[in-house]
């Protein structure tokens, strides 16, 4: 089943512009991971944040979290070309499996140069 | 992709037959998975180990079997009871006793002819 959502489904933008995907899920998470991937490839981690934190940071990335909400965004900023990609969020369960993940379907990236 | 690896990278099955997908990884981890992925989707579970010997059924296992003989191995067969086997299929790796990331492997694209 999927847990998260993406939304947009599809994001075109000019380089140089912020990028911002919001991702909603259902049930109480540990932490909530968001990953890229680039067309017919594996998928890379970007970024983790845990259930008590509200926002971190790895260089041009930014992601929060709102539990209350139940859900996250992701902004790119000062975008590239080569970030054009598919960006999924993953959620880990509260309880149960500590080391399943459930992806949402994805935001589709595009950057104009 | 690495320290995980997946051969081969695209193949193509006759109807009725059974297919082997190969997923190694030297990262000295624990869990493997192995994820479905259609087009313009995000990743569905099919099965996860978390230690030699033994496995689960994720989301959509019927039509798929596995075996985790060694730690370094995760092979999954893909079975003529599959009634829709083309898709990208993605195997994944992490640590025990960790809810942080998974690592990917490049992916291998199945079709069925």
């Known amino acids: 089943s999927q847990q998260g959502e993406e939304d947009p489904q599809a994001l075109s933008i000019q380089e140089g512009e912020n990028a911002t995907m919001n991702c909603s899920y259902k049930?109480?998470?540990?932490?909530l991971q968001w990953y890229r991937q680039n067309s017919g490839r594996g998928l890379v981690h970007l970024i983790l944040i845990r259930s008590n934190e509200r926002e971190k940071h790895s260089g041009r990335l930014r992601v929060t979290l709102d539990t209350s909400k139940k859900s996250s965004s992701l902004l790119i900023t000062a975008s590239r070309a080569a970030d054009t990609a598919s960006y999924f969020c993953a959620t880990v369960p509260l309880s149960g499996s500590a080391r399943q993940l459930t992806f949402g379907s994805g935001t589709q990236l595009t950057v104009l140069p | 992709d690495g320290g995980i690896t997946q051969s081969p990278k695209y193949l193509f099955r006759k109807e009725g037959q059974n297919v082997t997908l190969s997923c190694e990884q030297n990262?000295?981890?624990?869990?493997m998975y192995w994820y479905r992925q259609d087009p313009g989707q995000g990743l569905r579970l099919i099965y996860y180990?978390?230690?030699?010997?033994?496995?689960q059924k994720g989301d959509i296992a019927e039509g798929y079997s596995v075996s985790r003989e060694k730690k370094e191995s995760f092979p999954l067969t893909v079975t003529s009871a599959q009634k829709n086997p083309t898709a990208f299929y993605l195997c994944a790796s992490s640590a025990q006793g960790s809810t942080t990331q998974q690592f990917f492997g490049p992916g291998t694209r199945l079709t069925v002819l």
């Open positions: 990262l000295n981890h624990d869990a």
């Open positions: 049930t109480s998470i540990n932490n």
């Open positions: 180990s978390q230690i030699v010997n033994d496995f």
